[in-house]
């Protein structure tokens, strides 16, 4: 049926590359896939969409074309070869890789004619297609314009600017929050579970919580862009003992506690550096260069009894 939507070409169908492939699908636009094993596209297939017998072909069918791949040695593999059918198309690389190599990508793209947009899908494969799904995209900001209504088909389509690396940038520094998060949620989940509670009861709290936190990063933003770290909230002293009382509740109970250490000794770097009177915020100045701070830590702290200096 044509339904006048844009058609797409989806290059790369392992779980990712398929969920986009089946979330076009869904909103009505002719859809050609490619992947290197012919029968990872049978489920495309089933679902409507044209499966090409080469990159060449599928690159062809459409002037947006979507690459999601393993990597981006995997993305020149099955590109390389059809380098000369992407003059006058647009390319969306939803690959992982870093900001440099979505440079590189994007200069390989405009040596051979082709618009080029990079993306991070901020989602697990069955959360593509969602509207409340955030889909990262940099590059030339016409040439995202001119594809922005396809792409919602994908999610939610988030504009970063024109430096190609800067989706990769932004989703790296993403699921570095995210792991993160998850991880401190992790330990205070063992922490309680130390005494029966379970999980499911401790994270409503938990949710609740991270609301407060999310209003601290808020007013931390504008201290971190000023570089001015007023200490009217809570101190890096007071946060250093307050992190001193989660790290012995835990190790009374028998958990690993190498993430709140890791937290407390980044306290320790940034009161060594005289930011002890100034806000949590404060810490980024020893996250943007740990050195000099490092070196402050080890001169301020105090001999061990029973052992000599160096």
């Not at 072909?57 to 059918?85: F, K, N």
């Amino acid at each position: 049926m044509n339904t006048g939507l844009p058609a797409v070409t989806v290059i790369g169908l392992g779980s990712m590359g398929s969920a986009l492939a089946a979330a076009l699908l869904d909103r009505g636009h002719p859809t050609t896939v490619w992947n290197r094993s012919p029968e990872r596209a049978r489920p495309a297939a089933g679902l409507g969409a044209t499966v090409a017998a080469t990159p060449e072909e599928a690159i062809a069918a459409a002037s947006l074309v979507l690459v999601c791949v393993t990597d981006h040695d995997a993305l020149h593999t099955a590109l390389d070869p059809a380098a000369g059918a992407l003059a006058g198309r647009t390319l969306v690389n939803l690959t992982s890789g870093s900001p440099e190599q979505a440079e590189q990508a994007e200069a390989w793209a405009r040596a051979h004619g082709a618009g080029y947009l990079d993306g991070g899908i901020m989602t697990t494969p069955p959360g593509v297609g969602d509207p409340a799904t955030t889909i990262l995209y940099s590059g030339a900001p016409e040439v995202f314009e001119a594809h922005r209504r396809t792409l919602a088909a994908l999610g939610d389509p988030v504009h970063l600017g024109a430096g190609a690396g800067l989706a990769s940038l932004y989703d790296t520094a993403l699921l570095g929050l995210m792991w993160s998060t998850m991880t401190g949620w992790l330990h205070g989940a063992a922490l309680v579970g130390a005494e029966g509670v379970r999980a499911a009861d401790y994270t409503p709290l938990a949710i609740r919580w991270l609301a407060t936190v999310s209003g601290f990063l808020t007013t931390y933003a504008g201290q971190v862009d000023d570089g001015h770290y007023p200490g009217d909230d809570a101190t890096v002293d007071i946060q250093i003992t307050a992190i001193d009382h989660l790290i012995h509740a835990a190790a009374a109970r028998g958990l690993d506690n190498r993430l709140p250490e890791l937290l407390r000794s980044t306290m320790e770097r940034a009161k060594a550096a005289g930011h002890g009177s100034d806000s949590y915020a404060s810490l980024i100045e020893v996250l943007k260069d740990p050195r000099p701070a490092a070196a402050s830590v080890d001169a301020a702290r105090p001999t061990e009894p029973g052992k000599a200096t160096a």
